[in-house]
């Protein structure tokens, strides 16, 4: 028989076909708990720029035997974070359906909301940083890009630089923001999981296996990434180099999971596309869910549990006060791709113009040891071609990356994993010169040029 507290919140619920049989063992009594309801809701509409919500979209709490809305007055509400003492929640709203979305913050006592984000544009799906900031995605020309602000909406910092879509989803224990966006990075195609330095730094995959799509990542309290899959959930551990399944019920799930304090995750799914996503409880390894909360007609998402948590690590930038920035490739034979040996003999840089077009910045040579050094520049799409000895392309990235004003980056290969740790060795380039080769793209290129 379950628990009196948890009879009395079931009866507040609306029925609706169960998940599977519940024999799942209750759970925290005294679970109080954020989640967004929405008539209809597309997980990955973020991809083109789109709207995941309908405009009903509802953050409702529970809290005890009761259960309301956060924001009453609100037209929309959605995305819900909880701050880390537990008092406060950020989220993205509308006030008016004719408003745009919008980052507002409430204390959960005093329900009072209060915006952040400022401009026309959309902001949402924010999250809090350590030293009294924040970050979100913005839509600027039709696609979410990355920044944070502080809790006042001011001192507004853009961390992703590329002409396709991106969106935090969580901030890891060490300091990183976590976002998704495309794979290959800057091409709106297959979602992937992301990490970046508070700074806007240090860009990568999580991790190196592309090709199947996830999304919705968070991290969880053992150090795990559990994030969504066309197959059910998956996680990263920093044991393994490549994703690992979870051995979970069948269905599908949208990500955004919650952790109670019995162990218990909360997680939204549903059986498949014909049918609304409701909120399960599930405690990994047993092989079934139970049912904790559906609404016929409606999506339930993005549970959040109301508890304290730890606060990440404070990034500390390393950014210096240069027009550029500076790469280092240790070795473009570390690879998961294969090179014949003394094959790579160039590497040829490329930046975006502002409709998406490629734009030659130069070439740089490569030495036997593949060893690089280069100067590019900063806050725009960089992308990287090698090539042999007779101009012929060997290998190009399918995507894109950044490097912000200032950086200095040491990569240990070309898409080497970042598992990846770098010979103890100094590379050839730096033993000829400690001047990088100037690729900012002071000299006019076209993307045929050669030279």
Same mark, same amino acid.
């Given at each position: ?56 979209? /509802? ?10 809305? &956060? ?10 974070? $909880?701050?880390?003492? !537990? ?15 919008? $980052? ?85 195609? $297959? ?21 199947? !799509? ?22 990263? /551990? ?27 995750? $909360?997680?939204?799914?549903? &059986? ?97 040891? !593949? ?22 392309? &060997? ?11 200032? +950086? ?14 770098? +010979? ?25 040029? /050669?030279?």
């Amino acid at each position: 028989m379950l628990p009196i507290s948890i009879l009395s919140l079931a009866m507040l619920l609306t029925s609706s076909t169960p998940a599977t049989t519940a024999n799942v063992a209750a759970g925290d009594p005294g679970l109080r708990l954020l989640y967004t309801a929405a008539k209809t809701y597309e997980p990955l509409a973020w991809l083109q720029g789109k709207d995941r919500f309908s405009s009903d979209a /509802t953050i409702f709490l529970i809290d005890g035997n009761n259960q309301r809305p &956060l924001i009453p007055e609100f037209t929309s509400t959605a995305d819900p974070e $909880i701050s880390f003492d !537990g008092q406060r929640v950020l989220f993205a709203a509308k006030p008016n359906a004719s408003d745009n979305w919008q $980052i507002w913050e409430s204390s959960l006592e005093d329900g009072k909301p209060r915006r952040i984000s400022q401009g026309k544009e959309d902001c949402v799906h924010p999250l809090y940083l350590p030293a009294n900031r924040i970050v979100y995605a913005r839509k600027v020309d039709g696609h979410f890009l990355v920044e944070s602000s502080d809790i006042l909406g001011q001192k507004i910092l853009p961390l992703t630089y590329i002409h396709s879509n991106a969106i935090p989803t969580d901030v890891l224990h060490d300091g990183r923001i976590l976002f998704q966006s495309s794979y290959p990075l800057g091409t709106d195609v $297959i979602p992937e999981v992301y990490t970046v330095y508070s700074d806007g730094s240090g860009v990568e995959s999580y991790r190196c296996d592309h090709g199947v !799509g996830r999304h919705s990542a968070r991290q969880i309290s053992s150090g795990d990434l559990v994030f969504a899959t066309a197959r059910g959930l998956a996680r990263f /551990t920093s044991a393994r180099a490549q994703q690992v399944g979870i051995q979970s019920p069948s269905g599908e799930y949208a990500g955004d999971i919650a952790e109670a304090s019995s162990g218990e995750w $909360i997680l939204s799914w549903r &059986l498949n596309a014909a049918s609304q996503f409701q909120l399960v409880r599930w405690t990994p390894g047993f092989p079934e869910l139970a049912k904790f909360l559906s609404r016929p007609g409606l999506n339930l998402i993005q549970p959040a549990t109301i508890q304290p948590h730890a606060v990440p690590n404070r990034h500390p930038s390393g950014l210096h006060d240069w027009p550029n920035a500076n790469l280092l490739c240790l070795n473009a034979y570390t690879s998961k791709l294969q090179f014949a040996a003394d094959s790579i003999r160039s590497a040829r840089f490329y930046t975006q113009n502002s409709d998406g077009s490629p734009r030659l910045l130069g070439t740089a040579p490569v030495e036997r040891d !593949g060893s690089f050094f280069v100067q590019v520049p900063n806050d725009q799409p960089l992308q990287i071609e090698l090539l042999d000895s007779g101009g012929k392309i &060997l290998k190009r990235e399918s995507g894109f990356f950044w490097m912000r004003r200032g +950086e200095q980056r040491v990569c240990v290969g070309c898409h080497a994993g970042p598992e990846t740790a770098p +010979e103890n060795a100094v590379p050839i380039v730096l033993l000829k010169s400690t001047t990088p080769a100037d690729l900012t793209g002071s000299a006019p290129h076209s993307a045929g040029d /050669t030279k």
